[in-house]
């Protein structure tokens, strides 16, 4: 089997069908062509139950989830042109898998793209470096499940515009329930922060830590910020370490 693909510039791979890479000993290396600006996409679309394991991705676009329930795990994610990961109607496994140095944000959906991702005890290191007000993690309404953001370490470095994580349900759909808990929050412009209507997340057991790359304080820079559109905007924040932000926790 192969252990290195390299794919041209502007291709898209879509699998409509079943992709496996789990039984893999060997990483698989799938990767752009570097001198060039316009990379190569990937699409799942229809394609539940793939598991794309064991693979090192780089110099790509984006990797598009459309209705594809897929595991993605110990992969390393880098140097992409745009977000790494965005997901439409579906509910993905992100977990055990590097994501850094890319120029936008590692994971996110559109404002009106229902899912309830798990993301699972990831590295997010040194994403958004277009220095976008986009954070690392950015994730719209959720469905009838829990998103779960779990065990996980997300730093900034460079960017002083992007933020660790946002939950955003702007225009009152469905109910988007979030379980935030045991994570590392460290060296972005702010924490986490939700934003919008019908949002109802459990803040448990994390640690925000010198969230303050924000250089003007009146714009940002909380370790926790709770921006509720009305009162269905609710949070519950337990054992929790917030320190060094330029402002703990905004309501």
């Not at 042109?81 to 850094?100: D, K, L, T």
């Not at 924490?191 to 994390?206: A, E, K, L, P």
């Not at 330029?246 to 309501?251: D, N, P």
């Amino acid at each position: 089997s192969a252990e290195s693909v390299t794919v041209a510039n502007g291709v898209t791979l879509t699998v409509h069908g079943t992709l496996l890479t789990d039984g893999r000993t060997q990483t698989l290396v799938i990767q752009g062509d570097s001198t060039q600006n316009n990379y190569f996409e990937i699409r799942f679309e229809d394609a539940a139950p793939s598991i794309l394991s064991k693979a090192h991705i780089r110099y790509c676009n984006h990797i598009t989830l459309i209705n594809s329930n897929i595991l993605i795990g110990d992969c390393e994610l880098d140097h992409f042109s745009g977000h790494v990961i965005s997901y439409m109607n579906c509910n993905p496994v992100i977990q055990n898998s590097y994501i850094h140095d890319n120029q936008a944000c590692a994971i996110q959906s559109a404002v009106n793209a229902d899912g309830c991702p798990n993301i699972l005890n990831n590295v997010f290191y040194n994403n958004v470096l277009e220095n976008a007000n986009t954070p690392q993690i950015n994730i719209g309404p959720g469905t009838m499940d829990t998103i779960r953001i779990i065990g996980n370490h997300i730093e900034g470095v460079s960017s002083n515009m992007s933020g660790g994580i946002a939950i955003m349900n702007l225009y009152n759909t469905n109910v988007t329930k979030v379980l935030l808990k045991d994570n590392i929050i460290t060296n972005n412009r702010y924490g986490y922060t939700q934003n919008g209507y019908r949002i109802s997340s459990n803040i448990v057991d994390n640690q925000f830590v010198d969230n303050n790359l924000e250089v003007t304080p009146n714009n940002g820079g909380s370790g926790i910020s709770i921006y509720g559109y009305d009162t269905t905007c609710a949070a519950k924040l337990r054992r929790n370490l917030i320190t060094g932000n330029l402002w703990g926790v905004t309501a």
